[in-house]
């Protein structure tokens, strides 16, 4: 097990999200597996990141990624067994890695058993575990969210002649939180995890577990009333788990989410993650302020979640008609890589490859308050695919090789579940792991030195922060303090190379020393700091009073 | 006559009843104030007591060296002296209160006359006991110094230093009481004079060869044979 | 605006020190060379010190660091022209890097406790991996012995590495009779000398000795060195002591005489004892220093005046009549007055592990200021040296350090009475 002895250890993680079935693949059949997984954690030992982040690898017709789930208390058989599991799991934690893993509470997939019998009769038992209906006008108004595929939350069952709720897709029908069976139920699953040794769950679709007329049925206080039970019935139980939140909302509206530190422990800060690259392709540093300092005050034990991409597309939907615009014309010139309200690229493509931006951006992410989440094969600067259906293209197989299937299966190629980038920018050949751990001067081994320069001061993950408002527009600059220690970080947003002067009279005194070699800058004094930055140049400081 | 005498006796009484009517509220008022004036104090004591326990004013008084002076002169702390002190100052305020009260129309002189003798008496005694606490504080300082400095004498040396303080604590502890200047100052002339003289004569007629003695040693380079070789 | 909580101290490093330190940037060790009045042995250390660096480190990023605790005699001018000039001299061994040497200049803070805080600091900012202390009064500096402490940090994993001079028994009775044992009953453990100025230290150990509060606290003025040794081992850091040859150490600062550095010394060790009481009361005992050889060397035993200590003794007890009782415990005071009677007069090891605790207890009351008590236990120390001297006359060596011996097992043997009414003095609501 890694260390139990800090129960807030998410304030200073940094998290890696991956796919199983794109991972690693040990038996041939073109599927990433856990003796895959657990074959590679080596490299995520080395990348330094302390936290697992599995995508649902629970048995599934597979109709939603994974996120319709016929059984919350197995792995999907193409993934391998419970036992592959569970020796994933202590390998893991011999190597000082937690792993958290996904949790649906809302719905399940229609090929649940549960659904199943619930459809039988209307007197089956579990009848009640799902939103029945005889009409299809009860809870109207309620918006509808995948407005390209579903035209209502109510889906006729011709079984049992009823319709039933969903708010996703119409073979993900909605769990009952009115039943205490179903609380108590997931309540078990929770319990058959968490006593396995998972370290925490990052939980689907919140916002949605209760309805009631006359309302939109979201974020209502009973759902609320849910997760206390849940956070306190897991607190009690296994203490140092935590919980993650999904509730793409502004960050005012998943504030209640923390509660008074008795619901969520983490939640993600979807808007923060657009106006980073907004920033960067402005070069302005105005987006990004913006967004830091309406975000409120979240109780001491609770952590935002930022990240820079993620298994969807990078949404849009937390901004502005003017700055999406902005985004799709900036960010994704081909029509073919828009979906929904986002853009389904990773960030190397994103950012044209460009070495000194992809190390900017991360330099952010590492940077800003929040716990950051890596997604797999962004430590090596892997492509997409845009061409794949869906959001296909950003799940593609891990390049972990130049060789057979880029090292990720050896299967034929035409049995993998999805194909391996292998165009000549950022196919397999040039970007995959052996080949930059081979290089001292990789993308990856910049990304290890990165997170090893972060977990050197708990500041990143617990300070707080105090943005710099120098006249320079292109320079992003702020403060992270905690108790006695103080952090200074210096971004240069533009392509250009820029002189700022900074106003550092409140930290007269000082001495900056950089973080990541070392170097000793002049005393700060009370007089403005001068400094040059290059293209897309960054530093980290920290300030000594010596 | 027998008349004359018991009218003057009947008067008398009558006076004397009037007086007592008229000082008898005098007198419980005086009582209350005087018990009042305990419960006050008292209170401010406890106040200052549970104060005075703070952190605070520890680390003031440790810092300012005043709970290392009082720690020599084998003195209780600031924290149980200081709500000690004013609780006496705030009995006293109001005991003067009282004999206020109590002296009838007439008598306000022996009102000042009191307060005034209770304050030189304070004065005076402050004296003394500052004078004691730093005649202890120099004798031990001196007799420590002059030993490790290697001067002659150093138990002879700090007494002298320790009565010439108390001396002048004396002195000035007689100046508070109101005894007239010229006389302490002249009874103070005739001692020191005295000590001295019996000095000069001692050195000059009976000690000279001890006299020599001494100025040759504080002369002479210190013997080094304690340094060598290397004790640390 | 960072919160106020920020660590706003006075600047431990001159602005003119930091301008010399950002050219020299991140380094692996700095060798910290503490001057004062050392005109006429630094010359040799400095090269030394080059010699050692070019033969053991020449790939290894160095910088040496001279901080002057206000030298009159020129020492900074030697040492500026012995770290400039030695081209010449080390042509035939040579470093790989830019060396940089940085003389800093005095910042106003005398003594060589300033100057090891400046060294400290400027490691601190150059994150140094070790730190080497040079001892600039060294007539015959070995190379060897410092490239040996500076590799034992850099590579062999230690947090502190102190020298085990090859003395005679008899010589450092201070050390022996009084800081060693007293340590060692204590805290679990001692260097062999815990009063050497030459040692190489951690990056890591330097980081904690800075924000500890030595460097604030009076009585560890003259006792810096005695306090950086027992913190690494108080501490629990990775250490040990090189044997070397016993080198003759000049200084033309003016030095107390033995009587004031006897005092500046116990002052020292209470305070030490004070400092770290809550660990050497609970009784966890800690690590000894590992031992390593490096050098070996028979050194001769030094000639004593008895007569002189036993004097003092006599003369100390006698004139500081009325001090004793308020420090002692009437069965010593009695012992005491016992001592300076006899023929010969001097102290035995139970009347002195009696004396020792005795004295350590009063500290600890608080009613006394240091400065006094450590005044009135120089005429004890000399009864001790006495005894011992007169002991030891006619022993070999090995017959000597058994004696020593002894005195370990009499204070060990002490402790429980010594944690007992320690106990005591603190629990009487007296506080230091």
């Known amino acids: 097990m890694p260390p139990a002895t800090n129960v807030d250890w998410y304030k200073d993680a940094v998290f890696y999200q991956l796919h199983v079935k794109s991972f690693a693949d040990s038996n041939g059949d073109g599927i990433g ?103 299809d006008d009860r809870y ?42 179903v609380r108590e139920e997931m309540w078990r699953v929770m319990r058959f995890w968490a006593d396995l040794g998972v370290d925490g769950f990052r939980v689907d679709a919140v916002p949605y577990l209760i309805e009631r007329e006359g309302t939109s049925c979201e974020n209502l206080p009973e759902t609320h009333e849910v997760i206390r039970t849940l956070r306190a019935r897991l607190d009690a139980h ?67 979640g930022i990240f820079l991409r993620n298994h969807d597309e990078l949404t849009l939907e937390m901004v502005t008609d003017l700055e999406r615009d902005y985004m799709y014309d900036e960010y994704a010139t081909d029509p073919k890589a828009r979906i929904n309200l986002g853009i389904r690229r990773r960030l190397a493509p994103l950012l044209e490859g460009d070495r000194r931006r992809i190390e900017l951006m991360n330099s952010m ?14 430590e090596i600067g892997m492509g997409d695919n845009v061409f794949l259906r869906d959001r296909n293209g950003v799940r593609t197989p891990m390049q972990w090789s130049g060789g057979w299937n880029a090292g990720f299966s050896a299967a034929d190629p035409e049995r993998l579940w999805l194909p391996i980038i292998s165009n000549p920018v950022f196919g ?87 973080m990541f070699g070392g170097s000793i800058f002049p005393r700060i004094r009370a007089h403005p700091y001068a400094m040059t930055l290059g293209p897309y140049g960054f530093f980290w400081f920290r300030l000594r009073w010596l | 006559m027998i008349d004359l005498a018991l009218a003057s006796l009947r008067q008398s009484w009558a006076e004397s009843r009037a007086l007592l009517a008229a000082f008898l509220p005098h007198l419980l008022a005086a009582v209350v104030l005087a018990l009042v004036g305990w419960v006050v104090a008292a209170i401010v004591r406890a106040v200052l007591r549970r104060v005075a326990d703070a952190a605070a004013l520890r680390r003031f008084t440790e810092r300012t060296r005043v709970a290392e002076m009082l720690r020599f002169a084998e003195l209780p702390p600031v924290s149980r002296m200081l709500p000690g002190a004013i609780f006496w100052l705030v009995w006293i305020a109001f005991l003067a209160a009282a004999v206020d009260v109590l002296v009838l129309p007439g008598l306000g002189s022996v009102r000042v006359a009191f307060l005034d003798v209770i304050l030189r008496v304070l004065r005076a005694t402050l004296a003394v006991a500052i004078g004691v606490l730093a005649a202890n504080l120099v004798w031990r300082m001196t007799l420590l110094g002059a030993f490790n400095a290697g001067l002659p004498s150093p138990r002879l040396i700090a007494t002298a230093m320790r009565l010439l303080i108390l001396a002048i604590a004396v002195v000035t502890a007689l100046t508070q009481l109101g005894l007239p200047m010229p006389i302490v100052l002249t009874a103070f002339s005739i001692a020191f004079g005295a000590v001295m003289l019996g000095l000069a004569l001692a050195f000059g007629l009976g000690g000279r060869e001890l006299a020599r003695a001494v100025l040759e040693q504080q002369a002479a380079p210190r013997p080094d044979n304690e340094e060598s070789p290397s004790h640390l | 605006m960072p919160p106020a909580a920020s ?124 730190v080497v202390i040079v001892d600039p009064s060294a007539v015959d500096p070995s190379e060897e012995v410092l490239a040996a402490l500076m590799r034992e940090v850099l590579t062999g994993g230690l947090d502190f590495v102190g020298q085990a001079p090859g003395r005679h028994p008899r010589e450092v009775p201070l050390v022996t009779q009084l800081v060693r044992p007293l340590l060692e009953a204590t805290l679990g453990a001692s260097f062999d000398d815990p009063l050497d100025q030459q040692f190489a230290l951690s990056g890591a150990f330097v980081a904690r000795a800075l924000a500890a509060s030595i460097w604030d606290d009076e ?103 009325g001090i004793w009782q308020d420090v002692l415990s009437p069965a010593t005071v009695a012992a005491l007055d016992a001592a300076t009677l006899r023929q010969p007069a001097g102290l035995g090891l139970d009347d002195w592990t009696e004396i020792v605790i005795d004295f350590c207890v009063a500290w600890r009351t608080g009613r006394f200021t240091p400065d006094q008590l450590a005044g009135a236990f120089v ?15 006619t022993l070999d060596a090995g017959a000597a350090r058994e004696r020593l011996n002894r005195v370990a097992h009499a204070f060990a043997a002490a402790r429980p009475a010594l944690v007992t009414r320690w106990m005591a003095a603190r629990a009487s609501g007296e506080h230091r």
């Open chain 1, 33 to 135: 597996d856990f003796p895959g997984l657990t074959s590679r954690l080596e490299h995520l030992e080395q990348l330094g990141v302390d936290c697992i982040w599995l995508q649902p690898m629970y048995p599934s017709p597979g109709r939603d990624d994974g996120y319709d789930i016929a059984d919350y208390c197995n792995v999907h058989p193409g993934y391998g067994t419970l036992d592959d599991f569970r020796h994933f799991l202590d390998e893991a934690h011999r190597r000082g890695l937690r792993v958290i893993i996904e949790l649906v509470l809302n719905h399940t997939s229609d090929q649940h058993p549960w659904f199943q019998e619930a459809r039988s009769s209307t007197s089956n038992p579990k009848r009640d575990w799902y939103v029945w209906s005889d009409t």
């Open chain 1, 140 to 181: 109207r108004g309620v918006r509808i969210i995948f407005l390209d595929t579903e035209m209502s939350n109510w889906a006729w069952d011709p079984v049992s002649r009823a319709y039933y709720w969903h708010r996703f897709f119409s073979h993900q029908p909605d769990l009952n939180y009115d039943n205490p069976e």
């Open chain 1, 238 to 304: 296994a203490p140092g788990r935590v919980l993650l939140a999904e509730a793409n909302m502004w960050p005012e509206q998943v504030r209640p989410y923390f509660g008074d530190a008795d619901e969520f422990h983490m939640a993600f800060h979807f808007p923060l993650m657009p106006r980073m690259f907004m920033a960067v392709r402005l070069e302005d540093r105005r987006p990004l302020i913006d967004i830091v300092e309406r975000t409120p005050a979240i109780p001491e034990s609770c952590q935002w």
């Open chain 1, 365 to 378: 992410l590492m940077s800003l308050p929040g716990s950051p989440f890596v997604y797999y094969g962004d």
């Open chain 1, 428 to 514: 397999y050949q040039a970007v995959n792991v052996e080949a930059q751990r081979r290089n001292g001067s990789s993308l990856l081994y910049w990304m290890q030195r990165l997170v090893r320069v972060r977990k050197s001061s708990r500041v990143f993950g617990r300070g707080s922060i105090e943005f710099l408002h120098p006249a320079n527009h292109r320079v992003l600059a702020y403060t992270r303090s905690l108790g006695e220690e103080t952090v200074l970080v210096v971004h240069n947003l533009a392509s250009t190379a820029q002189a700022v002067e900074l106003d550092l009279s409140s930290m007269a005194g000082a001495i900056p020393i950089e």
């Open chain 3, 7 to 130: 660590p706003r101290r006075a600047s431990l490093l001159s602005d003119d020190l930091v301008q010399h330190l950002i050219p020299v940037g991140q380094v692996d060790v700095l060798v910290g060379l503490p001057t004062l009045d050392n005109v006429s042995t630094v010359e040799p250390v400095v090269l030394a010190v080059h010699q050692a660096i070019a033969r053991a480190f020449p790939r290894t990023r160095i910088a040496l660091l001279n901080s002057d605790g206000g030298s009159q005699d020129g020492t900074q001018d030697v040492v500026r022209r012995a770290s400039s000039g030695s081209a010449d001299l080390l042509l035939a061994s040579h470093t790989l890097r830019t060396m940089h040497r940085v003389v800093a200049p005095f910042h106003g803070l005398p003594g060589r406790r300033a100057a090891l805080r400046t060294i400290f600091a400027a490691a601190d900012l150059l994150q140094a991996r070790a």
């Open chain 3, 219 to 321: 009585p560890m003025r003259a006792g810096i060195d005695l306090a950086l040794h027992a913190d690494a081992i108080a501490g629990g850091f990775a250490t040990a002591q090189l044997a070397t040859r016993a080198r003759t150490r000049v200084s033309h600062a003016a030095r107390p005489g033995v009587r004031e550095s006897i005092q500046q010394l116990v002052r020292a060790l209470w305070s030490l004892l004070g400092r770290h009481e809550s660990l050497w009361l609970d009784g966890h005992p800690a690590a000894t220093p590992r031992a390593m050889a490096l050098e070996s060397a028979e050194a001769a035993s030094p000639t004593w005046d008895t007569a002189a200590f036993e004097r003092t003794f006599r003369e100390g007890v006698h004139q500081l009549h």
């Open chain 3, 379 to 393: 005429p004890v120390y000399f009864g001790r040296l006495a005894e011992f001297v007169r002991d030891t006359a």
